[in-house]
């Protein structure tokens, strides 16, 4: 995992030669550059195992307790790599709000402030000044250290990070810069006049200005630290012309600009890998689709053309495609690719965790078995973590437990881009994206593989594998039917409500596997049954699961009902409990809940994959979101009374008490975002509100599958 740096001492051998050629001659000129470019292409793709990205926040907040030291602050997420399968690391230096940095910077402006003045982790503080006043900082302590162990050092530039996006003009935030107080114009929207994708505090790269910043950023790094690369990271975050964020796609001028800012970068780093005598690697973080990224402004496939990149780092939250995609488009340019493991941040999950050892070792060997180069990390940041010590190479991985999930992240790239999941061509299932099986309509999924069981045999391995289903509401596990790759499943188990079915080794194929299942009609629910019933016993329980809050959200219950309060104004002030149905938007369904409001805003939140609304309770009247015409005023706070939200295809309306209230007959249609949920809580981030809880029931049609995977296990 070491040899990136052999490579890099030949290149400096190389640029000695070269620089011994008559350079008044314009063969002598251009032989440099070729052979800059051709150490260049070598290094690229040199094995490096994992490429480890750190988002600085070890800088930002650094323990309060823990003195600064530039070997304190190594030791919080980096020295132990050392002992690892990591040969390069991607240090942030927090670039958050698009202008702030933790390294020393001149063209930026350098992040100094306190987490505790602005009332976040009140046990840290800032390192960055301290460790500039050792004759340091963030950045050269890592550059230092991974050259010191035979590793690399990518410098990583968050495009347009809006960690920020909590600022408000009455509001200050730790991460928003004094560049966007004085530049407002140069933003997309502001929090006042949000688009419908993105975020409102991203810059617009459609400006001279941005881009002429951006590039500033970049060759600024390049010139005064001797890194081995610059790292791209256009997904934090996807947002970066005004023309998206308002609903569109990116123009072809806009299209054009971004090409040639990053024309530009290729050609200072290839200007200033000649004046040092080593090449500056290109890496970029993009999503995993030509087209959906063109559209989005970001022309990655005339990039790949033209030369400008040489690693390919793809996928984050959201993933639209095999990582086979991703291969094919780096190999037909002859560029390094490393998929990127992401944390999953799926949430609802019971028996199984996406965030385990097992499962990052399932991810990466489907990754590795689709011909990728590398693995790169993404908030991962345990430096001792087995993670690090297995990934990067599937021998070690060869007789270890494995988990390959059908969905392995869940996000939507409607989030990023109007439109965006028409890209997708992997289908999601996962316990935000149940799939709906009734009986004559079974559920289809694939699920790739990529287990090497030829090396794991060679290895003394003999697993047992295992299709394991999680059906809850079902409790007969001969009502359900299940093939993989056309062979029918028998034999199985039913706990909890996870149905357990033994697979034989030499069904699997490498790669893509099928997977059906169906239901008799003895499981199909009675067409008036409560399928989801919660009652104010206790609090919600899996596979409800409850938002993070803050210190000012509360929940609490107390004479036969739960109150669940929100009794701030700061982003991340909110309080739902959600549950993930599957619910078909074109069949009836019905939501009952007991309420009683005590002061501010609550709501219950239907989603049903195409649509969203939410019943808005406050004291004096209720109201729907999306449809904020329709109205009744009422007493919410005398009593509980029962509201029940009737959907059907476009149609919904709400009945109070049993009287209809509200009727947006036609006009369900609004809000969609690709997720079906039920949620029900306290106000937002800048709002607050109060009620008691009684209980929450409802019915709809089709049994949930909610979670899918092929588990892998060695003796």
């Known amino acids: 995992m070491r040899c990136v740096m052999a490579m890099i001492q030949c290149s400096l051998l190389l640029a000695a030669a070269a620089s011994s050629l008559v350079v008044g001659q314009a063969e002598a000129q251009q032989l440099p550059l070729e052979q800059l470019r051709e150490v260049r292409r070598e290094l690229a793709h040199q094995p490096r195992g994992i490429i480890a990205n750190n988002d600085g926040c070890d800088c930002l907040y650094y323990p309060k307790d823990r003195e600064i030291s530039v070997q304190n602050f190594l030791d919080l997420r980096t020295t132990a790599l050392a002992d690892s399968q990591v040969s390069s690391v991607a240090y942030t230096t927090i670039s958050s709000g698009f202008s702030f940095f933790t390294h020393d910077t001149n063209v930026g402006t350098v992040l100094t402030r306190e987490p505790e003045d602005f009332g976040l982790l009140p046990n840290t503080r800032n390192a960055t000044q301290p460790l500039i006043d050792l004759g340091s900082d963030c950045l050269k302590s890592v550059l230092d250290f991974c050259h010191a162990n035979g590793m690399e050092c990518f410098w990583s530039m968050r495009m347009n990070d809006t960690h920020d996006v909590a600022w408000a003009p009455d509001k200050p935030y730790l991460l928003y810069p004094p560049l966007k107080e004085e530049h407002p114009e140069w933003l997309v929207g502001a929090p006042d006049r949000r688009g419908p994708v993105g975020r409102w505090s991203s810059v617009n790269y459609a400006l001279e200005e941005v881009r002429d910043l951006a590039f500033g950023y970049l060759e600024e790094v390049c010139r005064n630290y001797d890194v081995d690369g610059i790292e791209l990271d256009f997904l934090r975050h996807l947002c970066y012309f005004a023309s998206v964020a308002s609903g569109g796609v990116a123009t072809e001028e806009e299209v054009e600009a971004m090409t040639g800012l990053m024309r530009r970068v290729r050609a200072m780093t290839e200007e200033v890998g000649l004046e040092r005598g080593r090449p500056i690697l290109v890496s970029m973080r993009v999503p995993d689709s030509v087209e959906m990224s063109r559209e989005c402004g970001l022309d990655i496939e005339r990039w790949l053309e033209e030369g400008l990149l040489d690693i390919l780092i793809t996928s984050d939250y ?93 996000g939507l790239a409607d989030r990023w881009l109007v439109g965006g999941e028409r890209h997708r061509t992997l289908r999601m299932l996962a316990p935000s994206q149940p799939a709906s099986i009734s009986p004559g309509a079974p559920v289809r999924m694939d699920i790739m593989i990529g287990e090497d069981f030829a090396l794991a045999r060679e290895q003394g391995g003999e697993p047992t594998v295992t299709l394991s289903l999680e059906l809850p509401g079902v409790s007969d596990p001969g009502s359900v039917h299940a093939g993989f790759n056309g062979h029918p499943l028998e034999g199985g188990t039913m706990a909890d409500g996870w149905l357990d079915l033994p697979l034989q080794v030499e069904w699997i194929e490498r790669g893509r596997n099928s997977v059906e299942v169906s239901l008799d009609e003895s499981a199909a629910p009675a067409k008036d049954e409560w399928r989801l019933v919660w009652e104010a016993t206790e609090r919600p329980q899996a596979p409800w699961h409850r938002d993070p809050g803050s210190a000012r959200t509360e929940d609490a219950l107390q004479d036969g009902a739960m109150l669940i309060a929100d009794r701030g104004t700061v982003s991340g002030d909110y309080h739902f409990f959600r549950y993930d149905w599957a619910i078909a938007p074109e069949e009836q369904t019905v939501v009952e809940a007991q309420a009683k409001v005590i002061s501010g805003g609550s709501f219950v939140i239907v989603t049903n994959g195409k649509a969203q609304e939410r019943l808005a309770l406050y004291p004096d009247h209720i109201e729907l979101f999306f449809n904020t015409d329709i109205r009744y005023d009422m007493d919410t706070t005398d009593n509980f009374h029962s509201y029940r939200i009737v959907s059907e295809g476009e149609d919904l309306k709400v009945y109070v008490d049993g009287e209809l209230r509200l009727d947006a007959t036609g006009r369900f249609v609004k809000g969609g975002t690709g997720a079906k949920q039920l949620a029900f809580g306290a106000a937002n981030s800048t709002d607050v509100g109060e009620a008691l809880w009684r209980s929450v029931r409802a019915r709809f049609a089709g049994q949930a599958c909610r979670d899918m995977l092929v588990t892998v296990n060695y003796e």
């Open 318 to 410: 959201f993933r639209l495609n095999p990582w086979e995609y991703s291969v094919e488009l780096g190999q037909r340019y002859g560029v390094a690719v490393y998929p990127c493991l992401t944390d999953s941040r799926v949430t609802g999950e019971t028996r199984y965790r996406r965030k385990s050892a097992a499962s990052y070792r399932g991810r990466a060997m489907n990754a590795w078995a689709a011909g990728a180069d590398g693995m790169h990390t993404f908030n991962l940041f345990n430096p001792t973590s087995e993670i690090f010590r297995q990934v990067g190479d599937p021998a070690s991985m060869a007789t270890l437990d494995k988990l390959y999930y059908a969905t392995a992240v869940d």
